[in-house]
């Protein structure tokens, strides 16, 4: 079965540099979720977008920005990137056939020099 | 505002015997969506479990099962025949029915496997 494809897997950046992460969620998958999880903690909720709309918005820094493309993917774009912004970041998508389980892809870790 | 807690920071189990991980929950909704998911060291999230608030029977998914209380919001997952494979950090998360189900999980708990 397809799974969340995220891309890339490994990032490394220098500080104040630009990042950009991209999510492919499963086909026919109409909602996509982005978490950022730093060492050691659990993943916390950054933004959500359901049929190519922001659904919500977590704790997500000004910094940052996304958006789902009328294909559905997603990307996330980070900018002025600082050494906390370090984390393993994962995209997950959902259907509302699915009951709302969000299947997680690989994550991309992000490491800010 | 869902919060969740997992008390147990660290647990270990002999391999082929059975273990449970405590999750509690907050949530003023009377309807939502619990999970239980597994990180293994390649940080993959893997799904466990899944229970749904309004179903009273406890979700059951081969070696694995919850033991939902609604009233006390506890939901603790049971490991039977813990394998090796088990071993991974284990997250409990919670999900609205309102809004846009977005997860809030809780600290999680270590699982170690021991031959």
């Known amino acids: 079965a397809a799974g969340v494809i995220q891309s890339p897997r490994h990032l490394i950046k220098e500080k104040r540099e630009t990042a950009t992460l991209k999510c492919y969620p499963i086909?026919?998958?109409?909602?996509v979720y982005w978490y950022q999880q730093g060492p050691g903690q659990d993943p916390q909720f950054l933004i959500s977008?359901?049929?190519?709309?922001?659904?919500d918005k977590g704790s997500i820094p000004d910094r940052f920005s996304a958006q789902q493309f009328s294909d559905y993917h997603s990307e996330l774009n980070m900018s002025s990137l600082e050494l906390g912004d370090s984390a393993l970041y994962f995209c997950?998508?959902?259907?509302?056939?699915?009951?709302?389980?969000?299947?997680f892809g690989p994550g991309t870790r992000l490491l800010v020099l | 505002a869902q919060t969740v807690t997992q008390s147990q920071p660290e647990m270990s189990v002999q391999e082929a015997e059975t273990v449970t991980l405590s999750c509690t929950y907050d949530t003023s909704e009377s309807d939502y969506y619990l999970f239980w998911y597994k990180q293994p060291p390649s940080r993959q999230m893997i799904l466990v479990i899944r229970?749904?608030?309004?179903?009273?029977q406890n979700a059951t998914e081969n070696r694995f099962s919850v033991n939902f209380q609604k009233a006390a919001k506890s939901f603790s997952l049971k490991i039977s025949d813990s394998q090796l494979g088990d071993a991974a950090m284990y997250f409990c998360a919670h999900s609205g029915t309102s809004g846009t189900y977005k997860y809030i999980f809780g600290t999680g708990t270590r699982l170690k496997v021991l031959a």
């Open positions: 977008f359901y049929e190519k709309m922001q659904s």
């Open positions: 997950a998508s959902s259907s509302g056939t699915g009951g709302k389980t969000q299947y």
């Open positions: 229970q749904e608030a309004y179903k009273q």
């Open positions: 086909p026919r998958h109409d909602t």
